[in-house]
């Protein structure tokens, strides 16, 4: 188990940036992977962008190229560098944590892109 506490969501323009970050309570080497999914209004939660143990980074395709995944090993932090944003990036954001293929949820923050 892991405890993931995520900071960094809010309103923003369309066009601007956020940072999310999302601290765990082990060593991000224990996980197999740390990831953002992303929930929007009335939809399911999908996987947004990825890092495995070994620093393999994935996106899915509507983010490539605007949002970045990136971690701190030495602070147990993983960030999502979200820029360009536009309203269909507008949802919820939950860091999530996969330990011996069991999934682990921070409480989600909600990012609104929105003039």
């Known amino acids: 188990q892991v405890h993931l506490v995520e900071s960094g969501g809010g309103r923003v323009e369309p066009g601007g940036s956020l940072t999310l970050s999302c601290v765990a309570s082990?060593?991000?080497?224990?996980?197999?992977?740390m990831a953002w999914y992303r929930q929007a209004p009335g939809k399911e939660r999908d996987i947004v962008a990825s890092?495995?143990?070994?620093?393999?980074?994935g996106y899915v395709g509507a983010v490539k190229g605007r949002f970045a995944i990136s971690r701190d090993i030495a602070t147990n932090t993983v960030y999502l560098q979200m820029n360009d944003l536009t309203s269909e990036d507008t949802g919820i954001y939950f860091c999530?944590?996969?330990?011996?293929?069991?999934?682990?949820w921070g409480q989600g923050l909600q990012v609104t892109v929105s003039s």
């Open positions: 082990r060593p991000l080497v224990t996980s197999e992977q």
């Open positions: 999530n944590a996969c330990i011996v293929g069991e999934f682990n």
């Open positions: 890092i495995t143990h070994d620093g393999t980074k």
